[in-house]
């Protein structure tokens, strides 16, 4: 690990973190009215006896991921959300509990301070390793470039709340490294962790199958003991989300009640069949001219299929410009989302399309500080949102 490499991710970190806390800060200033758009907030976030522009990182999927690090799957509908990022919190939570509280109704303080740390942690190494993945891969330029559009990001302020983004980016990032330099079983197993952290964890089987092809393809496929232990990798990679399959279908009945649970959250998903693309862009339409053009859900609308329409755009300019194997865990990334019948939540899901970033840094190099500007600005705006419990993505 170079230590100038590290003390620069440190020093990025605090800076946008601390950016993060001021914006969020100036939130409960402009934005007086708490909107508590979502469950618990009172039983799990005001509980810690923080101010709101710390509590209000937990707000939205937040309380659902405290509730189950300290629960379990008690909740109705909460198998929606993987296992991995709770089951940590609960892992790694070391502060003192209050013994006096009713965990029938309350969430311990304790682990929504562990929870915060932990996203903390996991950004900073997935950082880390970005650079090293993007240096080796363009130049030093490119890959600060690209750190500071991922960072910059409209919805990149969910790598600092209690989400499970930052885990599932650095795992993401772990596998590629891993893939990169050759290490095909713990690229496998980074995936497999990936996948019981979000479904959008899966897609990295595909990745690691092309990887796999391309790499051995120029070796004749000569069958050797690294071929076949580089095969089990790629064969382990979606085995974290085949075994909460397992655990669902002994639990529920249903080894896909992650789908069928995701209507109980209000996003207007369907759980199957799948919805094609067209269909959803159709269905936008109609909500734009229903809504009224100052409302809320016009603006969570128009900000999800801009978003949406933007990547695709970019994943089209950069077919055949890029490495296939990124592009293809971009698409499929962008795409999957979309199938369940809306782009509810695609500005978030969008982060895990950061191969891109490299690409528009270097093809818009010249526009690369307006595109950070504008992008922080509605950073700014979402994240202000989020913190007084205004749904956003």
Not at 5 to 26: E, P, Q
Not at 119 to 143: D, P, Q
Not at 195 to 216: C, D, P
């Amino acid at each position: 690990m170079r230590k100038s490499d590290f003390k620069s991710v440190i020093g990025l970190f605090l800076g946008w973190r601390s950016l993060l806390f001021i914006t969020a800060f100036l939130a409960g200033i402009i934005i007086p009215v708490f909107g508590s758009r979502f469950p618990y907030w009172d039983r799990v976030l005001t509980i810690t006896n923080l101010p709101n522009w710390v509590w209000g990182f937990g707000n939205f999927d937040g309380v659902h991921y405290l509730k189950i690090a300290q629960n379990g799957y008690s909740s109705n509908l909460s198998q929606a959300f993987f296992p991995l990022y709770p089951y940590l919190v609960k892992f790694f939570n070391i502060f003192s509990k209050d013994k006096y509280l009713d965990l029938q109704l309350f969430v311990d303080p304790s682990y929504f301070y562990t929870a915060m740390v932990l996203s903390a942690v996991f950004f900073i190494f997935a950082l880390y390793f970005l650079v090293k993945l993007w240096r080796e891969n363009y130049n030093s330029k490119t890959a600060f470039l690209s750190i500071l559009l991922l960072c910059s990001f409209p919805t990149a302020f969910y790598f600092g709340a209690v989400y499970s983004e930052s885990l599932l980016l650095l795992l993401i990032v772990l596998t590629f490294w891993f893939a990169k330099k050759g290490k095909f079983f713990w690229a496998g197993i980074m995936a497999a962790l990936a996948s019981i952290t979000k479904i959008q964890g899966a897609l990295l089987f595909v990745f690691l199958a092309v990887e796999f092809f391309v790499r051995y393809r120029k070796e004749k496929l000569r069958m050797s003991k690294k071929l076949l232990f580089d095969f089990a990798g790629v064969l382990l990679s979606p085995s974290g989300l085949i075994g909460y399959m397992f655990y669902l279908q002994e639990s529920t009945g249903n080894p896909f009640f992650f789908l069928s649970a995701q209507p109980g959250f209000g996003a207007e998903r369907s759980a199957l069949p799948v919805i094609l693309l067209p269909q959803v862009i159709y269905r936008y339409f109609k909500i734009f001219f229903s809504v009224n053009l100052f409302s809320l859900s016009f603006f969570n609308a128009f900000l999800e299929f801009f978003i949406t329409m933007a990547l695709i755009v970019v994943l089209i300019m950069a077919f055949r410009k890029m490495k296939f194997s990124y592009w293809l865990f971009s698409a499929l990334a962008v795409i999957l989302p979309t199938l369940t019948g809306t782009f509810s939540s695609m500005p978030r899901y969008a982060l895990m399309a950061f191969m891109l970033f490299p690409f528009l840094a270097v093809r818009y190099k010249k526009d690369i500080k307006l595109i950070i500007i504008a992008q922080a600005f509605l950073q700014v705006v979402l994240l202000s949102m989020f913190i007084r419990g205004y749904w956003v993505s």
